[in-house]
Structures are given as structure tokens and as C-alpha cells.
């Protein structure tokens, strides 16, 4: 099932069901939110719900790009993407969790094909503050899963304060071809999470008190990326049809070990992505974000090669990123970003070797060191990192 295929298997189900498709919006959110990116599918529809009336209704599906900076140091796996998609469907106060996880079990069952004995789930356990989730753990014994409680894993939250609640998670077993399940998903790391399913009930206050939402709701939200990988039968978000022409392009390009490779391949895409949104690069916010993801890029690049360049990034894989994530920018004006940016990185990277072969900065640098160097000339302590490792 390729990537197109996927969409419309979840949008089509949920259509049937009684759900309206909203757009999903761009990586950018309205200006009255603090964050500087969409992090989750939910994100945009956080007043709805809260209570507020959605104009297409109370049951809704649509894909959302995400952008996360919180895993980049996890970037370079089997799983993990700064700029993603996720699948998500709501219920504003229309049905209850036991249909969603009923109805999220039909899909990934009978939709896309997915074997039951590969499944586990685990659920909300209880802490101090509520009880364990008793009926999300009925619906998945009655529906035949192994389910696991849990007290840490299975609770959701849009930050310190807002709407939370329980969630239930669903895992697909990778051990792979001739390796039966084993153990649960706090046991063993070959059980990787596909879909979660949150029981929107209570607000968190800002003295950690629960209040019940007046309406309670329901959030799924589903990685497109490792939900392909699942049903395509790949050990890798980049050994999916999304990647293909990164994956036959740039390795002959550019010699790199699979884990850099990786890396190179998601932040210049997700590079792509914020641009194409309207991002430029800066020393402050959004544009900060985008600025440092291509000088990670740059700098795993050129660890082994300084030759290597972003002159020779194809024009096709700029197109083929837009074309995906619905965006209409021109290739050319992207990649002339790319190259300005590669510039400057070039020349900041002179500016830091001279700086740091002066005799004062031999040796292990202090914490007063960083902070001049970071203040006076502009080197963060990365890169200034970076060229004490090269040196």
C-alpha cells in the first residue's frame, strides 16, 4: 500500500463514519499561539476541544504536517522525522472512547490488513490524582488484544496546562520475519507505537488540579511515516515510496554511513518543508529552527568531505518535497535559500577556526569560554564543538 494509498484508506473509513475532512494547516500556527511550530495533529483544533463549536461539526479526520525538534538528537533511526504527517480523527463531544478504539481496530484490521496477533496496546493505569482507565482496558479484552496498564506512559497532555486525559496506545510487533511476539511494550523495544487514542476529559490547572471538561473529547493521532513503513513492510521510515527518490539520489552523491545519511536526508527535507511554509532563516524563533537544522545538515556533511556542497542537491528532490506536502513555492527559489545559507555557514565556520587557534581557547574550554564565544563573535557552542572535534 503506498503513501496516497494509506491517506485515503484512513480518510475514506472516517468519512464513512460521519467525519468531515478539514484541511490540515501548515507547520505554522495562528498568531495568538505561543508555539513556534504544529507539533501534533491536534494542535489547531485545541479551543474545539475545549468546548468550543467546530464550524464542519463534531466529528472530524484530516492529515496535519508536525514539525518536532524535541527528538532531533534521536533523528537518524528507524523511526523518528522532524517534519512529519499525522492522521488524526476527532469526536467534540459526539462519541465515546470504547467506539474510537473499536473503530481503530476495525481499520487497522480489516482496512489495511494488519494482523491482530502483531498488536498489543497498553492503557492508563491510575496515579494519585484517577483511577486506571477500566474501560479503554474492557474494549480491548473484549476485542481480543493483549493489553498492558501502565502508570506513566498512558497519560496525554497539551503541556503543564490545558485539556488532557488517559490515552491508549496501539504497538505493532518488528521483530521481524520468523519472530514471534514477545514480552509487552515497556519490555521490549521491537514493539513500536503506531496509533494513539486520548480520552480528552479533564483541564489542568496551573496548581496541577484536574478539572472535568464540560464536554469530554476524543483525539486519535497516527505517524503517517511509521504507519507505511508498518504496511510496506520496511525496517525504516527512509526505506518507504516517501523517501524513495532521496534514498536512489543522494547516497551515490554523497558517501555517508546510514545513520548521517538519514540525517542529511530529513533536515534538508524538513528544511524544504518550513521554507515552503514561509520560514526564512535567523537568529531568533522559527527562523532559528530552520537555520540550525541546515547547519546540522552542513555539518554531517562535511565531517569526512568539505568538498561536499549543497550545489549539487537535485532540483527533483526539492519538487518531489513541495509536491507532497501540497506546497506551491518554486524549487529554484528554494534551493538559491539553501545555497545563501550554505554561504553563510562557510564563511561563519572560517571566522570560527581563526578565533579558536588563538592560544587562549587551547585546551578544554570552560563555560565562561562558550558564553564569549557565543556572545562576542557568534559561534554557538555546537558548532564551536564541532571544530574542536575536526581540529
Known amino acids: 500500500m503506498s503513501t496516497d494509498e494509506t491517506v485515503r484508506t484512513f480518510t475514506d473509513f472516517y468519512r464513512q463514519r460521519g467525519h468531515r475532512p478539514i484541511t490540515g494547516s501548515s507547520l505554522l500556527p495562528p498568531p495568538s499561539d505561543s508555539v513556534l511550530f504544529t507539533t501534533s495533529g491536534m494542535h489547531p483544533l485545541t ?21 518536532r525538534t524535541t527528538d532531533l538528537d534521536e533523528v537518524g533511526d528507524s523511526t523518528h522525522l522532524t517534519v512529519f504527517e499525522m492522521l488524526g480523527s476527532w469526536s467534540l463531544g459526539d462519541y465515546g472512547h470504547s467506539q474510537s478504539l473499536r473503530w481503530g481496530y476495525e ?4 482496512g489495511f490488513g494488519i494482523p491482530p496477533e502483531r498488536l498489543h496496546v497498553t492503557v492508563f493505569g491510575g496515579d494519585g490524582q484517577v483511577g486506571p482507565d477500566t474501560e479503554s482496558l474492557r474494549t480491548w479484552q473484549d ?12 497519560w496525554w497532555s497539551n503541556g503543564p496546562v490545558g485539556p488532557c486525559g488517559p490515552d491508549s496506545e496501539i504497538f505493532f510487533w518488528t521483530g521481524g520475519p520468523g519472530t514471534p511476539p514477545q514480552g509487552t ?3 521490549d523495544p521491537r514493539w513500536v507505537e ?12 496551573e496548581d496541577g488540579s484536574l478539572e472535568p471538561l464540560p464536554r469530554p473529547g476524543i483525539d ?42 538519514r540525517l542529511v536526508c530529513d533536515h534538508l527535507r524538513s528544511s524544504i518543508v518550513v521554507i ?103 559561534l554557538p557552542r555546537d558548532l564551536v564543538a564541532g571544530l574542536l572535534t575536526t581540529d
Not at 481480543?144 to 498512558?154: A, S
Open 220 to 261: 486519535t493521532g497516527m505517524g503517517l511515516e511509521r504507519l507505511v513503513t508498518v504496511l510496506q513492510g520496511q525496517r525504516s521510515v527512509y526505506d518507504t515510496d516517501v523517501f524513495e527518490p532521496w534514498m536512489r539520489l543522494l547516497p551515490p552523491l554523497w558517501d555517508l554511513d546510514e545513520r548521517p545519511m
Open 194 to 205: 503506531i496509533w494513539n487514542h486520548v480520552n480528552m476529559r479533564y483541564r489542568r490547572h
Open 276 to 378: 515552503g511554509d514561509g520560514v526564512r532563516p535567523s537568529n531568533t524563533g522559527r527562523g532559528y529552527v530552520l537555520r540550525r537544522l541546515i547547519r546540522r545538515l552542513l555539518t554531517t556533511l562535511r565531517r569526512d568531505g568539505r568538498s561536499r556542497t549543497l550545489t549539487d542537491l537535485p532540483l527533483e528532490l526539492i519538487g518531489h518535497t513541495l509536491d507532497h506536502f501540497r506546497q506551491s513555492y518554486d524549487p529554484g527559489t528554494v534551493r538559491e535559500l539553501l545555497l545563501e545559507e550554505e554561504l553563510r555557514f562557510t564563511k561563519l565556520l572560517e571566522r570560527g577556526q581563526r578565533v579558536l587557534s588563538r592560544p587562549e581557547f587551547k585546551g578544554p574550554l570552560s563555560e565562561d569560554d562558550y558564553r564569549y564565544l557565543h556572545d562576542t563573535h557568534g
Open 107 to 110: 481499520l487497522l484490521r480489516d
Open 143 to 154: 476485542l481480543g488484544l493483549p493489553v498492558e496498564p501502565t502508570e506513566d506512559e498512558n
Open 47 to 67: 479551543p474545539y476541544l475545549q468546548g468550543r463549536p467546530h464550524p464542519q461539526g463534531r466529528r472530524l479526520t484530516n492529515v496535519q504536517r508536525c514539525l
Open 185 to 187: 511494550p515497556t519490555t
